[in-house]
């Protein structure tokens, strides 16, 4: 099967290419895999720029995903250094795919227990703009789809060169440790009238933050780590040639390392990552194709009983894609991928104590209809997993066009989950809650997902709202004591609830985004809530343009109370963080900006099972030409 699919990968190159003109419409989202507008989407999407970016102070995605409605930040794990999760609707944070320009980032977590790596793939400086679909689009995407798509597009240019430095300095509140740097560099642009080059470089380094704590014989040490110390490189290079208007390569390598330190200097766990892609791409008038290679490399090595041994992940994947518009009023995809996981543990002298690999092929059609007033869609994907079977998900979509500015959608969608190389596989983990046992025995994962929204797009207002839910059956969760805890599958669990966002501009100079997010879970098996889920969550902010290039950014986030066991006796309080940024045009290519993030000094101390970062006031300075 495996050679199979590379046959009908191949087949749909030789007669069909691909159409990249999509990206020159603002409005149109890529991710979408549609000819449309983002309103005439039948899924709820969020589109966060470069502009909306700088308005915060963010170290990695997760800062910026949590302030979008939909998406609440979740503790990935209690008392695991500071260390935060992302969650959509409710669903963990592997229900979220995340891509880079298009390709699939593996998550960090399923061989390092509760690493939140993941969200820093990609530097903050480098990122275009970050394109997130809620709700199932497993038919498509995908294993790992059924909460959402996060695709971080990174920057290019048509400008025969382009750049910029970004230096900044972070000074903490703590008592002990949290001050942080930063300093990154990109430049770009058309080398030539066929060739253009992308490259970024940067690094970012954050000092643990300690405390007063005891050893296990009750003496005071000075050594209690609240939140790791961090030290981040990464290395982005793009390069495309445009053969003619209608044919293109590219290749494209992303570095990166990251090193995480208890207060004590100890390392935590180090982490390094190469991801390598290569793609041909050709189009039509009313036909397309892509061809693309994408191979993901990372080694993980840290300080515990079980990750003595050093980590290696690598994955593999291939994919080819035809779209076709020569069908009146239709809109069709056609897609096949292959890939294969490979997972290895080395021993301290470099041999190999287990290794695993998994193979898996998928097919998927999508066809988008414009019936009048309503846009149609509709389509399904075939997955042939090596150890798990066969599953087809389909997925329908519609959008009903009230007048210019109003939109009614609707969607089902259903998903597939194959458990990871290391959770299917009966050689992995210590028995820790940080390394569970692996299971031969486990069952891939479904959904099925139900999505009611209302938007509304005005000359100064901009409202999105939508009813959601999503049923999971086998979901994949940890059960057992310490020294004995192994991945096990959960019968059923329920996540629903509604989100609401805002966009409204006072007047020219000022713009006021709101979002609330409710979320209600729960274990069919049990009866109880999903622990480290707040039902409430919201975000508001003010952008204000002045004179004299001066702009400011104020926002405040509430997280709701929120179970941190499975027993639900225990429950963490809510908390509120206050942040404020002021930015400053010096010249037409050189600014600073000074902010604040926790202005009320919210301490980690009160808010079990997080340890919040504590308040930070920081100046940067950003040149560009």
């Known amino acids: 099967m495996y050679k199979k699919s590379l046959f009908v990968i191949s087949a749909l190159a030789m007669?069909?290419?691909?159409?990249?003109?999509?990206?020159?419409?603002?409005?149109?989202?890529?991710?979408?895999?549609?000819?449309?507008?983002?309103?005439?989407?039948?899924?709820?999407?969020?589109?966060?720029?470069?502009?909306?970016?700088?308005?915060?102070?963010?170290?990695?995605?997760?800062?910026?995903?949590?302030?979008?409605p939909g998406i609440i930040k979740t503790a990935a794990g209690a008392m695991m250094g500071g260390r935060e999760s992302i969650s959509i609707r409710g669903l963990d944070s592997t229900y979220a795919l995340i891509l880079v320009d298009g390709k699939k980032i593996s998550p960090t977590d399923d061989y390092i227990g509760h690493s939140d790596f993941q969200y820093s793939w990609v530097p903050i400086d480098m990122i275009e703009r970050i394109e997130v679909m809620k709700g199932p689009k497993s038919s498509i995407y995908g294993s790992q789809a059924i909460g959402g798509v996060i695709n971080i597009i990174t920057k290019k240019d048509t400008r025969k060169l382009f750049g910029e430095v970004n230096l900044q300095s972070g000074f903490s509140a703590a008592e002990n440790g949290g001050d942080e740097t930063r300093i990154s560099a990109n430049i770009g642009g058309n080398i030539s009238d066929k060739l253009s080059l992308f490259l970024g470089v940067n690094?970012?380094?954050?000092?643990?933050?300690?405390?007063?704590?005891?050893t296990a014989f009750g003496t005071p040490t000075n050594e209690a780590t609240y939140?790791?110390?961090?030290?981040?490189?990464?290395?982005?290079?793009?390069?495309?040639?445009?053969?003619?208007?209608?044919?293109?390569v590219y290749a494209s390598y992303i570095k990166g390392e990251e090193e995480r330190k208890d207060y004590d200097d100890t390392t935590t766990y180090d982490l390094e990552r190469d991801i390598y892609s290569v793609g041909y791409e050709k189009s039509f008038e009313k036909l397309s194709f892509s061809l693309d290679?994408?191979?993901?490399?990372?080694?993980?090595?840290?300080?515990?009983?079980?990750?003595?041994?050093?980590?290696?992940?690598?994955?593999?994947?291939?994919?080819?894609?035809?779209?076709?518009?020569?069908?009146?009023?239709?809109?069709?995809?056609?897609?096949?991928?292959?890939?294969?996981?490979?997972?290895?543990?080395?021993?301290?002298?470099?041999?190999?104590?287990?290794?695993?690999?998994?193979?898996?092929?998928?097919?998927?059609l999508q066809d988008e209809i414009e019936l009048g007033d309503f846009v149609l869609s509709f389509g399904g994907r075939f997955d042939d997993n090596q150890k798990y079977g066969s599953e087809f998900s389909p997925n329908l979509g519609l959008v009903y066009k009230i007048d210019d500015m109003q939109r009614l959608k609707a969607s089902y969608g259903e998903g597939f989950k194959a458990p990871s190389v290391t959770k299917g596989s009966n050689g992995f983990g210590s028995g820790s809650h940080a390394a569970p046992y692996g299971n031969d025995n486990l069952k891939a994962e479904t959904s099925k997902s139900y999505e009611l929204a209302y938007e509304f797009?005005?000359?100064?207002?901009?409202?999105?709202?939508?009813?959601?839910?999503?049923?999971?059956?086998?979901?994949?969760?940890?059960?057992?004591?310490?020294?004995n805890v192994r991945y096990i599958n959960v019968d059923q669990v329920a996540t629903k609830g509604f989100e609401l966002g805002v966009d409204y501009d006072l007047n020219s100079s000022h713009t006021l985004n709101v979002n609330y997010t409710y979320i209600q879970t729960e274990n069919k098996q049990t009866g109880k809530d999903l622990t480290y889920k707040p039902e409430h969550t919201f975000n508001i902010g003010l952008n204000s343009e002045f004179g004299w290039g001066i702009s400011t950014y104020i926002s405040a986030n509430y997280i709701g109370e929120q179970y941190s066991d499975v027993d639900n006796t225990d429950k963490a309080s809510g908390y509120t963080i206050f942040n404020a940024q002021i930015n400053k045009d010096i010249t037409k290519d050189l600014s600073v900006k000074l902010g604040v993030d926790n202005i009320t000094d919210e301490e980690f101390d009160n808010n079990d099972p997080y340890y919040l970062q504590r308040r930070v006031a920081y100046i940067g300075l950003r040149y560009k030409f």
């Open 227 to 248: 939140i790791e110390g961090l030290e981040t490189k990464d290395v982005l290079a793009k390069l495309k040639y445009n053969f003619d208007d209608t044919q293109s």
């Open 203 to 214: 690094k970012n380094e954050k000092d643990a933050t300690g405390g007063v704590g005891t």
């Open 293 to 364: 290679y994408s191979k993901s490399e990372q080694e993980a090595a840290a300080n515990s009983m079980f990750a003595t041994y050093t980590h290696k992940l690598t994955s593999d994947s291939l994919k080819g894609e035809a779209k076709i518009s020569m069908i009146e009023k239709n809109y069709i995809i056609i897609g096949a991928e292959t890939s294969k996981d490979s997972y290895d543990r080395l021993r301290q002298n470099g041999s190999t104590q287990y290794a695993f690999d998994a193979r898996a092929n998928a097919y998927y």
């Open 457 to 483: 797009y005005g000359k100064n207002t901009t409202f999105k709202s939508a009813i959601f839910k999503t049923d999971v059956e086998d979901m994949i969760n940890t059960a057992g004591t310490t020294g």
């Open 15 to 68: 007669v069909s290419s691909n159409i990249f003109a999509v990206d020159e419409l603002e409005d149109i989202v890529v991710t979408a895999k549609s000819e449309k507008s983002i309103k005439d989407l039948s899924e709820v999407v969020t589109v966060i720029s470069a502009e909306d970016i700088k308005k915060i102070n963010a170290t990695n995605i997760k800062d910026i995903l949590i302030k979008t």
